[in-house]
């Protein structure tokens, strides 16, 4: 089964508004990774975290984990028409190999 | 520098037919990977590759065969399409500090294949 799951699955908010997604995940991680994908293209990378960090932030783009509660948050501030997108958290074991991806959170930036 | 290519980008096979999906990346990344996306799934990785020669099943191997001769080549074969293998594959490639440590993660467009 999938290590990931993203809640919600989907997402609808004014454009301004600030859009929070959330990542729950089952054993324990050596990182953790935000993906954003556009509709009919591939994965980019957004944002990734380590199991001994517990914030990072990059442009509009907030990421907490706890590890005591296996999740994450994504938090993007301000929205835009272009944040309209997939986002996917993806993690990495401890002691394996794999980037094991969720289902995802389609989030519809409404004008 | 080119990062990741797949081709083709789309393709349509009749059941029973086989194929390869090129994958090839510049960035000498020791970690490549294939995932197929269908709708309402997410990504499901179907095998991966640490390093030239090594290669091992992830979580949807069955129907797929896969060889890493070279580190920048990781194909993907389909031996005997079937109708359940229609989907969007995706390959990618990441560099790795050692076992558990992989990063950030670079994709290819994607090849949209459909059997019939």
């Known amino acids: 089964s999938q290590q990931g799951e993203e809640d919600p699955q989907a997402l609808s908010i004014q454009e301004g508004e600030n859009a929070t997604m959330n990542c729950s995940y089952k054993?324990?991680?050596?990182?953790l990774q935000w993906y954003r994908q556009n509709s009919g293209r591939g994965l980019v990378h957004l944002i990734l975290i380590r199991s001994n960090e517990r914030e990072k932030h990059s442009g509009r783009l907030r990421v907490t984990l706890d590890t005591s509660k296996k999740s994450s948050s994504l938090l993007i501030t301000a929205s835009r028409a272009a944040d309209t997108a997939s986002y996917f958290c993806a993690t990495v074991l401890n002691r394996d190999d794999k980037i094991i991806f969720g289902k995802g959170t389609r989030l519809h930036i409404l004008p | 520098n080119a990062g990741v290519t797949q081709t083709p980008k789309f393709q349509v096979l009749k059941t029973g037919q086989s194929m390869t999906l090129q994958c090839a990346q510049d960035m000498n990344h020791e970690y490549m990977s294939w995932y197929r996306q269908d709708p309402g799934m997410g990504l499901r990785l179907i095998h991966y590759s640490v390093g030239a020669g090594i290669t091992d099943q992830g979580e949807v191997p069955n129907g797929y065969n896969v060889s890493r001769s070279t580190t920048e080549d990781f194909p993907l074969r389909l031996l005997s399409a079937a109708p359940s293998q229609t989907s969007v594959y995706f390959c990618a490639s990441s560099y790795s500090l050692g076992r558990g440590m992989n990063t950030e993660a670079f994709f290819g467009q994607g090849t949209r294949l459909t059997v019939v």
């Open positions: 054993t324990s991680i050596n990182n």
